[in-house]
């Protein structure tokens, strides 16, 4: 099987959406990658495996090696690389990465709620708050976004408008 093909057969894995899966696909991904260190998409997608499997601390280095390599994926590599260093409180280094997917993908929903934490956990409130609000008015139906503005509503005294978006990220399917 070619590097690419088991990369396509390894993000089927990892796109049906279980644990089980999703461990299938890092180990396949893992193989390819050690066989084609060059493979810039299959660095990308073993990211993303190690990311939804909650392994930040690899994600990160594959992130950065699919980057470096050129992957295709440029904007989401930026974007979730943003997401993992924040998760691992390196919000300083994920502010210019979520400001590159930003660049080169503006409207993006998943990559302004994304700001929105950076931004939160760098104390930068008001970009927070607005990084949030432009993420729900670009996808109405993201409920994470919902989710994340109604933490920042909370924790900024609006307690009727942080319990409305919580039951409207409900209603669309967000358990978080």
């Known amino acids: 099987m070619t590097a ?6 390894a993000v089927a894995r990892l796109q049906r959406g279980d ?3 999703a461990e299938a696909a890092r180990i396949q991904l893992a193989a390819v990658v050690a066989e084609a260190p060059t493979h810039a998409d299959a660095w990308y997608w073993w990211a993303a495996a190690q990311d939804r499997l909650g392994r930040e601390s690899t994600a990160i280095p594959a992130y950065e090696a699919s980057l470096q390599l050129g992957t295709q ?3 989401e590599a930026h974007a979730f690389l943003a997401s993992s260093l924040e998760k691992t409180w390196r919000a300083e280094a994920a ?7 930003l660049g080169l993908d503006p409207g993006n929903a998943l990559f302004l709620t994304i700001l929105g934490n950076v931004c939160a956990a760098l104390g930068l409130s ?3 708050g607005d990084a949030y609000a432009r993420a729900v008015a670009a996808n109405p139906s993201l409920g994470y976004a919902w989710h994340q503005l109604g ?9 009727a408008g942080a319990a409305a978006h919580f039951d409207r990220a409900w209603a669309l399917g967000y358990r978080g």
């Open 19 to 21: 644990a089980e899966e």
């Open 126 to 128: 008001e970009r927070a």
């Open 151 to 159: 933490q920042w509503q909370g924790a900024h005294g609006q307690a």
């Open 95 to 101: 502010l210019p990465h979520i400001e590159a997917a």
């Open 4 to 9: 690419d093909a088991a990369v396509a057969a």
């Open 73 to 75: 994926y440029t904007a």
